[in-house]
């Protein structure tokens, strides 16, 4: 059993994650891909996700098999919105804790040669293990994104009433049946008795897509406190993104390309600034900005400015696009944007009374 002991002034630093955590959910889709286990959810995902392996899976797996111990360095503090910056993270950990957690996976299993100049910080496989991870996480994390970051963002919204209706600690004792709250004490059943101590430090919150028996933690008492912990699944998620929503979704896909679509998929759930689209599409802000100006002007999404930043919303026209449906519309009265034609035909919006018009190309496939 692990105790988490609280003071008061941890309870005033709880937090939950403010978006899915990609090296977290890299981390626990590997422990899936290596078992067997959960196959109601997570079958038809993992059945698809191995005909096609990308090269380096291997070298994950070694890192992350399906029971026991897996590397601490892989989720790093840093970089929990981000998968470039998690990577960097990754990939700058101090030597003496790779040996570390190198030596705690050899203790307990036969690892692949290459482990061993990794344990030394060698550059050229250090390089290799990025690779793999961005591979990794373009082959079988990203094209389900969008419904990893609606069922985290639900989750959230949980917690966030258990708050509101009954405190801090009633949300604690809400969060998963594996979880017990009291008198202070977060216990979660663990095969190793530990008492952790956070004198102040807060504990970090994190739902997890992928996370599929029970909360876990690192192993690694220095790290910041964390706990992951699984949300709840729509069964037969898998097979909803294999059949036809997915193939409406791939075709629209085909004719703006894939970032095109699945920012103006992030813009018609809440939308947000530059900066928030960029850390739920896993891209930079600067991708965001170059793709939102071509839909923009394609009359797709809306831009506002809201005190120093811009606030990035979908049409009408844009939802109309996204639902599949005939008829479009072409003013919107609630947005106070209207699309009128240009010189040549372009399009100029119409924002406020005020005309403005660019020089940005027109979209077309590619991300």
Known sequence: MLNFHFTDADLARIRVANGPHPMWEVLLSLHLLAACDGAVVFGPWRRHVRTRLPAGVRMLLDLAPPRGYSADFLTPALGRNDLESGIDAV????????????????????????TRPLAEGDTGTLGRLGAALRGYFDHALRPHWARVRTTFEADRALRARAVLDGGTEAMLATVHPGLRWESGVL???SAYDRDIHLEGRGLLLVPSFFCQRAPITLRDPDRPPVIIYPVAHDLGWAQEEAGTARDGREALRTLLGRTRAELLSAAASGGGSTGELARRLIVSPATVSQHAAALREAGLIVTQRRGQGVHHSTTPLGRALLDG???IPQRWPESGVHLVAGPGGAATRWDSGQAASGNTPAPSPGS
Request: glycine residues 10%; proline residues 3%; charged residues 30%.
């Open 91 to 114: 990939l700058s950990t101090p030597r003496r804790l790779l040996r570390r957690d190198v030596a705690g996976l050899a203790a307990a299993r036969r690892l692949g040669t290459w």
């Open 187 to 189: 216990s979660m059943a």
């Open 325 to 327: 449906r005939r008829g």
